[in-house]
């Protein structure tokens, strides 16, 4: 079945960088983009950027270009999300979620979400 | 950058009808996504582009869009849809991004 099956969760300190994995099944990972959403704790969604499985290429929400890094490997169908600098208010529940042309570009498989906590 | 307003909260009893509400500018000619999250999940998409369903969600869940307004309606409530509700769109404006609204508790009494 199509899934994506994220990373464990991660504790790290102000100003460190983290990097989540996401690794696609169940369908053509090239065939379509993925996008990483995070949520912090009691609030709402936070579109973070999208990443094009195929070429590699990425768009960013401007509130995280600098920090944010988005990429792929197509050998394992894991695509990568690193943020760097972290803060406290960086202390979220990271998504990724596939985007399914096919219904005009929803978000339609979401991975289990990983937990990163900033703290010191 | 394109804003989506939600209630934060609304309440409906049992087999009742829900309608959550997402403001926006001129919404109607953008398509609108929608998600329901229980707590301690991930979202899961229950209506796209407006109205339409992904396969596997119930025909209870229905959406519309209009001028400045898109509508989830959820009909004969059933205790198991208490979840908070997002929309979303893709914002074609200079920022080029995805947008999603605050988000919706849906309380069943």
């Known amino acids: 079945q199509v899934q994506l099956v994220q990373s464990g969760a991660e504790v790290k300190k102000p100003g460190a960088s983290v990097k989540v994995s996401c690794k696609a099944s169940?369908?053509?990972?090239?065939?379509?983009?993925m996008h990483w959403v995070r949520q912090a704790p009691g609030q709402g969604l936070e579109w973070m950027g999208i990443?094009?499985?195929?070429?590699?290429?990425?768009s960013y929400a401007q509130k995280f270009q600098g920090r944010v890094t988005m990429t792929r490997d197509t050998s394992t169908s894991t695509v990568y999300m690193e943020l760097s600098s972290l803060r406290s208010e960086d202390t979220a529940v990271y998504y990724c979620?596939?985007?399914?042309?096919?219904?005009?570009?929803?978000?339609?498989?979401w991975g289990q979400g990983t937990m990163v906590t900033v703290s010191s | 950058s394109y804003v989506l307003t939600q209630p934060p909260s609304v309440s409906v009893a049992p087999g009742q009808t829900a309608r959550i509400t997402c403001g926006g500018n001129?919404?109607?000619?953008?398509?609108v996504h929608w998600y329901q999250q229980k707590p301690g999940q991930a979202p899961v998409l229950v209506v796209y582009?407006?109205?339409d369903r992904p396969s596997g969600i119930p025909e209870r869940f229905s959406g519309s869009n209009s001028g400045n307004t898109a509508t989830l309606t959820i009909s004969r409530v059933e205790a198991g849809d208490e979840a908070d509700y997002y929309c979303?769109?893709?914002?074609?404006?200079?920022?080029?991004?995805?947008?999603f609204g605050g988000g919706t508790k849906l309380t069943v009494l």
């Open positions: 979620a596939r985007r399914n042309s096919q219904l005009e570009a929803a978000f339609d498989i």
């Open positions: 169940g369908y053509t990972f090239t065939s379509y983009y």
């Open positions: 990443i094009n499985p195929s070429g590699g290429s990425t």
């Open positions: 001129n919404i109607g000619s953008k398509s």
């Open positions: 582009d407006d109205s």
């Open positions: 979303q769109v893709w914002d074609s404006s200079s920022d080029h991004q995805e947008v």
